[in-house]
């Protein structure tokens, strides 16, 4: 399974919670298995596990929108964002996403903040989460807000964290465990499925 994992979302602002949770559980898999990480122009490489990496635009840029036709050129079998994305457009792999709402850093410009600031819109996320295969949330709470954007039938999965609030692997390895297998058992079903 050629995995692949959206890194771009870490930022040095420790008040990002979906910088931590991305941290976390990107280390905790990636001492379960290798896979290719997707880095933007200002990921710090130094934050993340010394795997191979793919360099793509931010997830704010326009481009964003054709991020699936990339990642089907690389051969990417399986992506798992830890926020929803509009990356999924004319994919041809699993798309495994999480719940989580981007932080607007300070220094953000105002169109980046405009953009983020669709993602606090039920119905703007409810259209980018309709495009995944599997929803994971991170809390009983977010799980029950992804429910209320799902699609009939769309798998949402919560996983277990020891201490969401942490950046450090050890707190989110069970939570590693569950997602590669989510991640697995997506590749698996899509397998069974083009035979």
């Known amino acids: 399974m050629k995995l692949v994992v959206d890194c771009r979302w870490l930022s040095d602002d420790a008040g990002d919670p979906l910088s931590r949770m991305s941290r976390g559980l990107i280390h905790a898999l990636a001492e379960r298995r290798s896979f290719i990480m997707l880095?933007?122009?200002?990921?710090?490489?130094e934050a993340l596990p010394d795997l191979p990496w793919e360099l793509l635009p931010s997830p704010l840029s326009p481009t964003e929108f054709f991020t699936g036709r990339r990642l089907n050129s690389i051969g990417a079998d399986v992506m798992f964002s830890p926020t929803p994305t509009w990356g999924g457009f004319g994919r041809r792999y699993g798309l495994v996403i999480a719940g989580g709402v981007p932080h607007v850093r300070e220094g953000a410009t105002w169109s980046d903040k405009a953009r983020l600031f669709l993602w606090r819109f039920p119905l703007t996320r409810s259209l980018m989460t309709r495009r995944a295969d599997v929803i994971v949330g991170v809390s009983r709470a977010q799980e029950?807000?992804?429910?209320?954007?799902?699609?009939?039938?769309?798998?949402?999965?919560?996983?277990?964290s020891d201490d969401t609030s942490s950046d450090h692997p050890a707190a989110w390895r069970a939570a590693a465990q569950q997602l590669e297998q989510v991640l697995i058992d997506l590749d698996n079903a899509r397998r069974s499925a083009s035979k």
């Not at 769309?154 to 996983?159: A, K, M, S, W």
Request: aromatic residues 0%; glycine residues 12%.
């Open 144 to 160: 029950r807000s992804l429910l209320t954007g799902s699609a009939t039938g769309q798998p949402v999965i919560t996983l277990h």
């Open 39 to 45: 880095v933007g122009p200002e990921t710090r490489l």
